[in-house]
């Protein structure tokens, strides 16, 4: 068997190195790196000299320079991003993620603890446990590891005494008994002198367990993708001619073999396995990892994000469920705001509909929030808009796991863990109606539509919406005017001005529009509504094609020159908080259906222009 076939075929390891910063992280899988002699000549050469220009050890090697490639992280002497380093023992495999030590760098660490199966968590015996110490076990704790090595690092700055070794390892086991670990095995280092890295020192006589790297090759790892229920998210509908029909995708669980049966998780359609394709060879059976196309005994209706499995051990299929959510956006996680879920290969619509807690990391203590901030965790419920196939992350963490995407930014703004699925209003059912939405708009002879004015306070939302419903009323038009300042007295009087409250008001808005519009009416709407996302989670509440969205353009200083409600003179005095324009910001449209330069035109043209609008778009007959 030649060298690569050899590691390949030994067991992996894969494992994370945390703690606060500069307590060693990158120093110790440099050593082991070291003393494995998995560095060669010229790796070692180079890192002579950097530790010369870049380390901290005076004369000795820095091997935190082995890890810490980034220039930036040279120089300032910590670990921004996530580094992974591969290397093999003559026992086993390791796939290693340095993760960062800031606390600012927190989602970072959540993404290198993603894939983990181990956690080394590092203590500067000097400093004992830290902030980070409990951070980054919770959050180990949430992402699924359950084996926790405790290294006390740099031992020998206390003089390798055993008293502080001890008391920071009863310190930890206590706030760890709750985290559900499986393992934790705690060990003495000294990650710069290599003391218990891969060789037993002789400078702790009192310690009677083996070295890291010993207990490394020799830990069993009790998950294994391969022995969990089969599950293969869909990727692709494999075509390449008329004659052949195959469901690509990665196997996320299990195992498969020819006849096997298999069930579609959403339809709950069966079938069997008629053929298996890996790497463009038939085989008899494939497992976890491995990348295949089946092709099935009977045509069945399979897309892109359906989920594959046996019908003895089907996932859950739900549209609402709890999740615990780690916030990975500058931008803060609003209940109620649309975002987009990716998970497996399926993306839907989903939002937050209640943040039920935030989890402070550093106590362990359930926080009453209505938001979540950038590296924040927090457990919320969630609801998409068609039912998906999940595993709960602590049976599965391929399915079990999503992450949550910005809709306007396309950037990942939180990844969640499934806790489980909520079966809510399983008995309420879409009643068919008799005289639907097309019906009553032929009796008032008009196409429904969602007028959606939107801009600063004092902008002439309300004014030009007022007049142009008088216009369409004269006309014999069926309208409705839904008010920002009106539904605050009655429906969302319950609301504040913080920006949750502005997402949850803008939300049920939309959603009484949506039932105005099904009675056929056309709906104006005169709401400030400043975030983009609020204002397409109404066009996605909408019938298709029925949301004109409206910008009242006004400079901010010919706004606050009117101020009609005397409302700016008293934000700028500090006497209203939240207030769009002065303390909360306004984001412009970025294509609006139409826009109204509100300062250069009177108020009877630009409703002019709005009822021309509607004419254009078939809305109303023209005069």
């Known amino acids: 068997m030649n060298e690569a076939l050899r590691l390949s075929a030994l067991p992996t390891l894969r494992l994370l190195t945390c703690g606060s910063v500069d307590d060693g992280k990158s120093t110790l899988i440099g050593r082991l790196l070291y003393e494995k002699?998995?560095?060669?000549?010229?790796?070692?050469?180079?890192?002579?000299?950097?530790?010369?220009?870049?380390?901290?050890?005076?004369?000795?090697?820095?091997?935190?320079?082995?890890?810490?490639?980034?220039?930036?992280?040279?120089?300032?002497?910590?670990?921004?991003?996530?580094?992974?380093?591969?290397?093999?023992?003559?026992?086993?495999?390791?796939i290693v993620a340095d993760t960062p030590g800031h606390e600012q760098y927190t989602r970072n660490m959540a993404t290198g603890a993603s894939n983990a199966d181990l956690a080394i968590?590092?203590?500067?015996?000097?400093?004992?446990?830290?902030?980070?110490?409990?951070?980054?076990?919770?959050?180990?704790?949430?992402?699924?590891?359950?084996?926790?090595?405790?290294?006390?690092?740099?031992?020998d700055l206390v003089g390798y005494d055993e008293k502080t070794f001890r008391d920071i390892v009863i310190a930890y086991r206590q706030f760890a008994e709750p985290l559900g670990f499986h393992s934790l095995y705690a060990i003495p280092l000294s990650a710069r002198y290599g003391d218990n890295v891969s060789a037993t020192s002789e400078r702790t006589p009192w310690f009677e367990g083996v070295h890291l790297m010993d207990y490394l090759e020799r830990i069993e790892v009790e998950e294994d993708r391969r022995t969990a229920p089969f599950r293969l998210p869909v990727q692709w509908i494999n075509r390449p001619h008329l004659d052949f029909r195959g469901v690509a995708g990665t196997i996320a669980s299990g195992r498969v073999a020819r006849g096997d049966p298999i069930v579609v998780a959403g339809s709950g359609r069966q079938t069997t396995v008629a053929g298996i394709l890996v790497a463009d060879a038939e085989a008899e059976s494939a497992e976890a990892g491995d990348a295949v196309t089946l092709t099935l005994a009977d045509e069945l209706d399979i897309a892109r994000g359906d989920v594959l499995s046996h019908p003895d051990h089907r996932p859950e299929v739900a549209d609402q469920f709890t999740a615990n959510v780690i916030w990975m956006s500058a931008d803060a996680m609003l209940p109620g705001r649309s975002y987009?879920?990716?998970?497996?290969?399926?993306?839907?619509?989903?939002?937050?509909?209640?943040l039920k807690h935030r989890l402070d990391v550093n106590t362990y203590d359930k926080l009453a929030a209505k938001r979540l901030d950038l590296n924040e965790v927090g457990l919320c419920n969630l609801a998409v808009t068609m039912p998906v196939a999940y595993d709960a992350y602590v049976d599965n963490r391929d399915t079990g796991s999503f992450i949550l995407i910005d809709r306007l930014t396309n950037g990942t703004a939180g990844a969640g863990m499934i806790a489980h699925g909520l079966r809510r209003a399983t008995n309420v059912h879409w009643q068919g109606l008799t005289v639907g939405r097309e019906a009553h708009a032929r009796l008032k002879h008009q196409k429904p539509a969602v007028l959606w004015f939107t801009g600063l306070s004092g902008a002439g939302k309300s004014t030009i919406a007022n007049v142009v419903e008088a216009k369409l009323h004269a006309r014999g038009v069926h309208t409705a005017l839904l008010d920002g300042?009106?539904?605050?007295?009655?429906?969302?009087?319950?609301?504040?001005?913080?920006?949750?409250?502005?997402?949850?008001?803008?939300?049920?808005?939309?959603?009484?529009?949506?039932?105005?519009?099904?009675?056929?009416?056309?709906?104006?709407?005169?709401?400030?509504?400043?975030?983009?996302?609020?204002?397409?989670?109404?066009?996605?509440?909408?019938?298709?094609?029925?949301?004109?969205?409206?910008?009242?353009?006004?400079?901010?200083?010919?706004?606050?020159?009117?101020d009609p409600k005397g409302l700016y003179k008293k934000a700028l005095a500090g006497q209203i908080k939240n207030f769009t324009g002065v303390d909360q910001p306004y984001e412009r449209p970025e294509s609006p259906d139409l826009t109204l330069l509100s300062g250069e035109e009177g108020v009877e043209a630009l409703a002019d222009r709005v009822v021309a609008e509607l004419e254009r778009r078939g809305n109303v007959a023209r005069f």
Do not use: W
Not at 43 to 49: D, G, P
Not at 511 to 519: I, K
């Open 37 to 94: 002699k998995l560095i060669f000549d010229d790796q070692l050469s180079a890192l002579e000299r950097d530790s010369k220009k870049f380390g901290t050890t005076e004369d000795d090697i820095d091997f935190a320079l082995l890890v810490d490639g980034l220039e930036a992280e040279r120089e300032q002497g910590i670990t921004i991003d996530v580094a992974y380093r591969y290397f093999a023992t003559e026992k086993r495999s390791f």
């Open 121 to 155: 968590v590092l203590v500067d015996a000097r400093k004992g446990l830290l902030t980070q110490t409990y951070r980054h076990s919770i959050i180990a704790s949430l992402l699924g590891i359950r084996h926790i090595v405790l290294a006390v690092n740099k031992i």
């Open 340 to 354: 987009l879920m990716k998970i497996g290969t399926r993306t839907v619509p989903a939002s937050v509909t209640e």
């Open 485 to 562: 300042d009106n539904v605050r007295h009655g429906l969302n009087k319950d609301l504040g001005f913080t920006a949750a409250d502005r997402v949850e008001n803008i939300r049920r808005v939309g959603e009484v529009a949506r039932l105005m519009t099904d009675a056929g009416l056309i709906v104006l709407c005169s709401f400030i509504s400043p975030f983009r996302a609020e204002r397409k989670l109404v066009r996605d509440t909408a019938a298709a094609g029925e949301f004109i969205e409206i910008f009242v353009d006004t400079p901010l200083a010919t706004a606050i020159a009117r």
